[in-house]
């Protein structure tokens, strides 16, 4: 492997980074998509590393820290978010209130209309589920709402 193949890859690594951070399974896909074969992609990542441009553990403790921040969607769909992303949960993730988080996103979504119109229980139901919240959370909020 010559040195201009291991640059130009180190470039479009570059490139990558620069719109937003990256795990090491998403440089590698798009690397990958760019047809820079393995060996050159595993040098790479060795010298991100190195620089510490990739930090696999810091970003996954970002990105839950962002996404339980948010409030937007259940513990399931967070897991599952952060595993699309290759990266792993951290145990942080026990600390989030998901009960909190579905009234959030329930009152944000449907606000009085709760109240006025009684907006069908089924809805809130599958729009709680839609975003990750398990069942017990759901059946916690659904409950409030509809007794």
């Known amino acids: 492997m010559s040195e201009e193949t291991m640059q130009a890859a180190m470039d479009q690594a570059y490139r990558f980074l620069a719109q937003r951070f990256l795990s090491s399974y998403e440089l590698t896909q798009k690397m990958r998509r760019k047809q ?8 790479v990542l060795e010298r991100l590393r190195d620089y510490d441009y990739i930090n696999d553990e810091r970003l996954s403790e970002q990105v839950l820290t962002y996404l339980m921040k948010e409030q937007k969607y259940g513990a399931y769909m967070i897991k599952q978010k952060m595993k699309l992303r290759g990266l792993t949960v951290p145990q942080e993730i026990s600390n989030y209130d998901e009960v909190k988080a579905a009234y959030r996103v329930v009152e944000k979504k449907f606000g009085s209309i709760l109240n006025e119109e009684r907006t069908p229980r089924v809805k809130v139901f599958n729009f709680l589920k839609y975003r990750g919240f398990s069942t017990s959370t759901i059946q916690v909020v659904c409950n409030d709402f509809y007794e």
Request: without cysteine; proline residues 12%; negative net charge.
């Open 36 to 43: 820079i074969e393995d060996p050159i992609i595993e040098r």
